[in-house]
């Protein structure tokens, strides 16, 4: 799921850069901070399931650090760098197609199979 997402990444950056008269580099920072965000959350669950003690406190400290930082930056680019909200919604909206995607291909799996 994680290589989906960095497919998806490299395209939508492309296609970024191909409009950044129109949005494109806010297009480009959601596209970004969506996947950042995307990938260290798969990096820690990983690391969190061979933790039997605390790990419920340790996931919530990472999901609050990342809340954190990931509002800390869309304050700091929708206010000082005067981001286009639609586009940089759309660049942080890639981390839902992509779950949405590698779920319909699950459940297409397992009807195929039934």
């Known amino acids: 799921m994680v290589r989906n997402q960095l497919y ?16 494109g580099r806010d297009l480009n920072i959601g596209i970004v901070l969506g996947t950042l965000n995307f990938y260290f959350l798969a990096k820690f669950v990983q690391e969190v399931i061979y ?11 990472h999901f609050y650090l990342r809340l954190l930082g ?24 890639l981390v839902v197609i992509n779950v949405m995607w590698y779920g319909a291909k699950l459940v297409s799996k397992k009807f195929k199979e039934a």
């Open 51 to 61: 933790v039997q003690r605390g790990a419920l406190a340790a996931l919530l400290f």
């Open 8 to 23: 998806l990444s490299g395209l939508g950056i492309v296609l970024g850069f191909l409009s950044w008269q129109y949005g």
């Open 70 to 93: 990931t509002g800390v930056a869309l304050f700091y680019v929708i206010v000082y760098l005067k981001a286009n909200i639609i586009a940089l919604l759309c660049g942080l909206s």
